[in-house]
């Protein structure tokens, strides 16, 4: 069973292990998280990327309606209040497919803009 998160509605959504995101599914996050959550990053962007990773981690729900991985259009069904929670949810470190922890590095970056 997974990790199951009750909504504002009470409704019920299940998370899947995050051990079990293949890197394969899990690219298109990593490759557009700094774009759209860096600095001067849309509140449409920051949206998209929550949205995204809800389809990716949400393995079971109890809403009559197929999953987002099988038909990403249903998170416009379901009530805000939900979603939001949802991305929320979904965004903390013990649910995120994510090795790296805070802002990556930047590989063009000389040694002298790390050092303090």
């Given at each position: 069973?997974?990790?199951?998160?009750?909504?504002?509605?009470?409704?019920?959504?299940?998370?899947r292990?995050?051990h079990?995101?293949?890197?394969?599914?899990?690219?298109?996050?990593?490759d557009?998280?700094?774009?759209?959550?860096?600095p001067g990053?849309?509140?449409v962007?920051?949206?998209s990327?929550?949205e995204?990773?809800?389809?990716?981690?949400?393995?079971?729900?109890?809403?009559?309606?197929p999953?987002?991985?099988?038909?990403?259009?249903?998170l416009?069904?379901?009530?805000?209040?939900?979603?939001?929670?949802?991305?929320?949810?979904?965004a903390?470190d013990?649910?995120?497919?994510?090795?790296?922890?805070?802002?990556?590095?930047?590989?063009?970056?000389?040694?002298?803009?790390?050092?303090?």
């Open positions: 069973m997974g990790d199951r998160v009750d909504l504002p509605s009470g409704a019920w959504a299940e998370f292990d995050p079990s995101v293949t890197n394969r599914e899990r690219r298109p996050l990593v557009r998280a700094e774009a759209d959550t860096g990053s849309s509140l962007s920051q949206l990327f929550g995204r990773l809800v389809i990716l981690m949400v393995d079971a729900w109890s809403y009559d309606m999953l987002p991985r099988a038909d990403a259009k249903v416009d069904d379901l009530p805000a209040m939900d979603l939001d929670k949802l991305m929320i949810e979904v903390k013990e649910r995120r497919p994510f090795l790296f922890e805070g802002k990556m590095s930047d590989p063009k970056a000389s040694p002298e803009d790390s050092a303090t």
